[in-house]
């Protein structure tokens, strides 16, 4: 079994980003991971949408988006996996380099563009998954439009029908900055058509038998954390109004922070790790406020710690999503933000995440 953090780390990085990322890839889906030997602390357990997660930590989409490797960071210790960006069509995505590391600042930038291999290529690997009967965990599907289409709305549809019978919930990404035109989904009017749309090929899926287990399937929306007040109230009032099942807050940002260090600072593209956790956590609190708990939110952002975890859990978050911080500390990580969650809540009082949601907004 390779030890990523003494070995397989040093060595991704001597090869460019987006090749370690596939190679890392390859090595997961060959069985080459780390697994966790421990059970979770049942003070973690949290409870949304029917679904039982052991950990509110998940890996955020962006790792895995071709759904190659769900069950290898399941076996790290991840309580939720989601899979994607996944695109109705096979799409490759913008031109390379596009990919960039910022060591100096725990930070990457991506323009990828929703390289993807398309949601038949997903839903075949999903659904072997069911069929096998190996559904040890939660495992989400983030769904996205193709570049070129003509009717975004359609896409998130047709990406549902196709991903949604296999899936344990789903999220609509409308917020990623690398394709055109995508961000203006999140205007009131056009989420709110884009809610109806989705809500109305769930109800098809559902009422067609195509869902496996039958269970109702949790409708989701990512979105950024470049919004100003105004749009953020639109989103929770669409979002309260069409009475969706969760956010997620956030993507990544299209800001540059003052004092970053790295070189590659500059490229385009959306910037995520530890620079993005004040800016994503202060829009959580915001949008926790304005859906006035209603909606469970997942923070997304920066995280590095476990405090960091506590601190987005406190800001509004049930559970919360990571994946920069794996590229600087390795899977080891995921073991220590749960034993330090564990303990920010026990220090605190708090008998459960659920109990300590939206904390510093009472």
Not at 316 to 330: E, F, H, K, N, W
């Amino acid at each position: 079994m390779i030890d990523f953090s003494s070995l397989a780390l040093p060595l991704l990085r001597l090869l460019p980003p987006e090749r370690a990322h596939q190679a890392t890839i390859a090595a997961l889906r060959l069985g080459f991971g780390p697994r966790s030997s421990r059970g979770d602390d049942p003070i973690l357990a949290q409870r949304l949408w029917g679904l039982d997660f052991p950990n509110p930590i998940g890996l955020a989409a962006g790792f895995d988006k071709n759904g190659e490797a769900m069950d290898a960071m399941l076996d790290i210790g991840f309580g939720f996996v989601e899979v994607g960006t996944v695109t109705p069509r096979p799409q490759s995505g913008n031109p390379k380099p596009r990919l960039f590391r910022l060591a100096d600042d725990q930070a990457v930038i991506n323009r990828l563009g929703f390289n993807s291999q398309g949601s038949a290529a997903v839903r075949a690997r999903l659904a072997r998954r069911w069929q096998a009967g190996n559904r040890r965990g939660v495992v989400g599907i983030n769904v996205g439009r193709n570049r070129d289409s003509d009717d975004a709305a359609l896409d998130y549809a047709e990406g549902l029908k196709a991903l949604g019978g296999f899936a344990d919930y789903a999220v609509m990404n409308i917020s990623s900055p690398n394709t055109p035109g995508l961000r203006d989904l999140q205007e009131r009017a056009h989420m709110a058509d884009l809610i109806a749309r989705v809500r109305a090929a769930r109800e098809e899926l559902e009422s067609s038998g195509a869902r496996a287990g039958g269970a109702p399937l949790p409708l989701l929306f990512k979105i950024a954390p470049d919004l100003s007040l105004a749009q953020l109230e639109g989103i929770a009032a669409a979002a309260l109004e069409g009475r969706i099942d969760g956010l997620i807050v956030s993507n990544t940002t299209i800001t540059r922070p003052h004092g970053l260090k790295s070189p590659d600072r500059d490229e385009v593209g959306g910037l995520s790790g530890a620079p993005l956790f004040a800016l994503s956590t202060e829009i959580l609190r915001i949008m926790f406020g304005l859906t006035a708990g209603k909606i469970p939110l997942i923070g997304v952002g920066g995280i590095q710690t476990g405090q960091d975890v506590y601190t987005k859990i406190r800001a509004g978050a049930s559970l919360v999503q990571l994946y920069t911080a794996l590229i600087y500390r390795g899977p080891g990580l995921v073991a220590a933000l749960k034993a330090e969650l564990a303990g920010c809540l026990r220090r605190d009082g708090f008998a459960s995440v659920a109990a300590a949601v939206g904390a510093d907004s009472h």
